[in-house]
């Protein structure tokens, strides 16, 4: 096992499943930070996996799913806002 | 081992440590907001450190580039993310007005 796929495993195991767990409980502003966590530490987790496997191609999902997260989080933002 | 190769493994180590003590902060912390000054550790300190470990392990490709776009990606975008998410927080506890400063 290479070091970059213990660091997935690390990732997954102690990082995205309490990150998963926020995003489950309380009301959705709560849930909305897990789920903002949960998808930076999925960026990262991509990333180490692209890096054990040694397939650059790879990449290029961590890089739509940062996109994705910052315009995500932001429509749930728009939507969880007062109505006019 | 070299010493590319023990920066990296410091780095990787380092950025690991920090997520997973800000993973498990959040669920420790009570209120939303107390959850919230998690997120920061994650992307603006763990995410630029594995991107370190990253390049310090590999040579300069346009695989290390794009590594290196994602991470800044998540690093700008975390404080932005954590500021929206307060705002609709506050709003909706009515500590500011909903019509408050865009």
Redesign the interface.
């Known amino acids: 096992m290479t070091?970059w796929l213990a660091?997935c495993i690390?990732?997954i195991a102690?990082?995205?499943f309490?990150?998963l767990?926020?995003g489950s409980r309380?009301?959705a502003?709560?849930r909305?930070?897990?789920v903002?966590?949960a998808g930076?530490?999925t960026?990262?987790v991509l990333?180490?996996f692209?890096?054990a496997m040694q397939q650059?191609i790879y990449?290029?999902v961590?890089?739509v799913l940062?996109?994705l997260?910052?315009t995500g989080?932001?429509v749930y933002?728009r939507l969880?806002?007062?109505r006019p | 081992m070299s010493g590319r190769t023990l920066a990296a493994d410091v780095m990787l180590s380092l950025s690991l440590l920090i997520i997973v003590l800000a993973a498990f902060g959040a669920v420790v912390m009570r209120t939303t907001f107390g959850k919230l000054h998690f997120i920061t550790p994650v992307t603006t300190v763990g995410a630029p450190l594995f991107c370190a470990a990253l390049v310090v392990d590999s040579t300069w490709s346009i695989a290390t580039g794009l590594e290196i776009l994602t991470t800044a990606l998540v690093m700008l975008s975390g404080p932005i993310l954590e500021a929206a998410i307060g705002r609709v927080g506050a709003q909706q506890r009515q500590i500011i007005e909903p019509e408050g400063p865009q």
């Open positions: 070091t660091a690390v990732l102690l990082g995205l309490p990150a767990w926020v309380g009301d502003v709560n909305l930070v897990g903002e966590i930076a530490v960026v990262l990333l180490a692209s890096r650059s990449l290029i961590p890089l940062a996109v997260t910052v989080t932001l933002t969880l806002g007062p």
